[in-house]
């Protein structure tokens, strides 16, 4: 028996450790230079007259969603104007394509830090998000306390698990929910339950642990008195899509859709992305602790086979019978099929046999149904629900250990450890995922 998750790590749905290998610890994100990120993509088709620019853009140590409005600032364009494939995490360095409605002339004029806009060129159809194949990861976690042969040993054991099965559990990662401050899902299960007041204080006034104390003092000042006029002059400056919210609702008392509303839309549906992911997670969290495989199909499963592009077809579904489990086991064995789980939604197609009491045993626990995914109250947030893949391959995994130098107070050198690790993985699922069954530590060390 392995280590168990910390109750932060179950607050988000994740509620067991596959590998039962001790913590190796450690440290990631010290530097932003310690997660690089790549996107891979299909770049559009170059169209010289085409109404969008296409570019590789570059950045240290930003958020996609406020990325994204600095740019539509500094180009003077709405950020509907703006596409990209795939979110990406803040604290790294992140590499990946987006497409802007605009001439190529005046994205040279973006003057912004540590951001760098490349390989610039004009087509006739912009960015989709979720249009991505997958990513390339290079990842250094620091600050490991153990000696660098015991790494060695731990992380062979703990790799070498996965590879057996051919992945990890494909959990949502904490970025999903909120890295310093993990309520996303809390404010979509209040959108969801039509709780709109309740999801408006959630995300402006909800103070967590983690954030800097004035900022937890300025969230506690504005829940005490719900004086949004007079929280603009106290408010942080950097904290912009709370502050959009606050300045509505100063013109607009008790109109909490509204506020909702002027949020950007991928936000916006984050929300209740975030609660189907939490959802999720605990589904799968479930089939673990039962001891059901991940990569042996039993009946009642519902595989993704591959589509074109080699990735797992989230519309199509083959359910395992007693009739052709052989040939689905198959299938899986190959790599050629994935068992999938429940994103829940107005629309779901639940599993059958155990994996679907599973699914409808947390679903009812939540005392939800699937009408309550149609949100009509708020523009574009309905979902219908999918079935996503329960495990992650890995592809060209290659890592090492070595030697980690801090500096402490005193100036006197310690010595550390080092893991360095180089992979790349499908689309939507998240390195944090794969690397906590390493690490083992508090959310906010991913």
């Known amino acids: 028996m392995g280590p168990l998750p910390l109750q932060e790590e179950h607050n988000i749905g994740l509620e067991v450790f596959f590998t039962d290998t001790e913590p190796l610890g450690g440290r990631l994100r010290k530097d932003p230079e310690d997660f690089v990120v790549k996107e891979i993509s299909e770049p559009p088709v170059e169209v010289l007259e085409g109404d969008f620019s296409i570019a590789t853009v570059t950045v240290r140590n930003w958020e996609t969603n406020r990325l994204v409005q600095a740019l539509a600032d500094s180009i003077g364009m709405s950020k509907k104007a703006i596409k990209f494939a795939g979110t990406k995490d803040k ?19 973006v003057k912004l830090r540590d951001l760098r806009i490349s390989n610039i060129y004009r087509s006739s159809t912009d960015l989709v998000l979720g249009g991505l194949y997958g990513n390339d990861f290079h990842i250094k976690i620091r600050d490991i306390s153990i000696d ?102 100063s013109k607009n008392p008790d109109d909490w859709t509204g ?39 039993v009946e009642g499963d519902m595989l993704l086979p591959l589509n074109k592009k080699r990735l797992p077809d989230r519309h199509t579904y083959i359910e395992v019978r007693k009739d052709n489990i052989d040939e689905m086991q198959r299938l899986v064995k190959d790599g050629r099929a994935f068992i999938s789980g429940l994103i829940i939604g107005r629309d779901p197609i639940y599993a059958k ?94």
């Not at 604290?91 to 004029?109: D, G, H, V, W, Y």
Request: include cysteine; charge should be positive.
């Open 148 to 249: 660098q042969e015991r790494v060695r040993s731990l992380t062979e054991r703990c790799l070498g698990k996965m590879v057996s099965i051919g992945g990890f559990p494909n959990f949502f990662g904490v970025q999903r929910f909120g890295a310093v401050r993990p309520i996303t899902h809390l404010v979509g299960k209040q959108i969801v339950k039509r709780q709109f007041k309740e999801a408006v204080l959630t995300y402006i006034c909800e103070p967590y642990q983690k954030e800097p104390a004035k900022q937890q003092e300025k969230r506690r000042q504005l829940e005490k008195n719900l004086d949004f006029e007079n929280a603009l002059a106290f408010y942080p400056m950097d904290a912009i899509f709370e502050r959009s919210m606050i300045s509505h609702l």
């Open 353 to 446: 046999g155990e994996m679907g009491e599973i699914e409808r045993s947390i679903i009812s626990s939540e005392d939800l149904i699937a009408e309550d995914f149609d949100i009509f109250e708020i523009e574009k947030i309905s979902s219908n629900g999918i079935r996503r893949e329960i495990l992650a391959p890995v592809f060209d995994l290659k890592w090492r250990v070595q030697s980690d130098k801090e500096t402490v107070m005193d100036n006197m050198p310690i010595e550390r450890t080092m893991l360095e690790l180089k992979f790349t993985l499908f689309r939507g699922s998240y390195a944090t995922s794969f690397l906590r069954e390493l690490i083992k530590g508090p959310l906010i060390v991913y």
């Open 91 to 109: 604290r790294a360095i992140t590499s990946q394509l987006m497409s802007f409605k605009c001439p190529p002339e005046r994205l040279l004029q």
């Open 259 to 297: 506020a909702l509303e002027i949020l950007p839309e991928n936000l916006k549906m984050m929300f209740v992305h975030a609660y189907q992911s939490y959802l999720f997670n605990r589904m799968l969290s479930e089939r673990i602790r039962r001891g059901i495989s991940l990569n042996e199909p």
